[in-house]
């Protein structure tokens, strides 16, 4: 956020989880001068906001999976598509209809480019790559 976008972070709220406990991370937060908020343990509801946004991410993960017949162990990227889907989504708390990276980046987005989760597809393989009677192109699903 800081080298990227010049906004500095001011405060990190988490649960317990083991990712966010570490001493290494802990000591990132205080050189960097971010406070730590940590939620009482078992108790999503301090955490609504996050919990409700992660039930819907993996909500929709799972029925992107499930709609391209895909197997559960492509997860990482049905989660990874997702959020950058509802990054690039209008929300109500945003003013005219405006997407987070809108906001974060000051510019419109063009979605045109959008290719659908699970589309089947051919990659090139390249001649150095191949003998003269393979083919030049293997079969594969998009996922993101």
């Known amino acids: 956020m800081e080298n990227q976008l010049n906004t500095k972070i001011k405060r990190f709220r988490s649960d317990g989880g ?13 050189v960097s001068g971010i406070i730590r908020e940590q939620t009482a343990p078992y108790s999503p509801e301090q955490n609504r906001v996050p919990e409700r946004a992660n039930r819907t991410i993996v909500g929709r993960a799972k029925a992107m999976l499930f709609a391209a017949g895909l197997s559960d162990s492509l997860w990482g990227e049905a989660v990874h598509t997702t959020v950058y889907l ?5 929300t109500s708390p ?3 209809g405006m997407t987070p990276l809108e906001v974060l980046l000051g510019e419109k987005l063009h979605l045109s480019s959008l290719i659908p989760f699970g589309a089947k597809g051919f990659k090139h393989v390249p001649k150095e790559l ?11 699903t998009f996922t993101g």
């Open 18 to 30: 083991g990712e966010y406990t570490s001493k290494e991370f802990s000591q990132i937060l205080e």
């Open 130 to 140: 191949r003998s003269k009677w393979e083919p030049n192109s293997i079969r594969c």
């Open 94 to 96: 945003l003013a005219n």
């Open 86 to 90: 509802k990054n690039q989504s209008p």
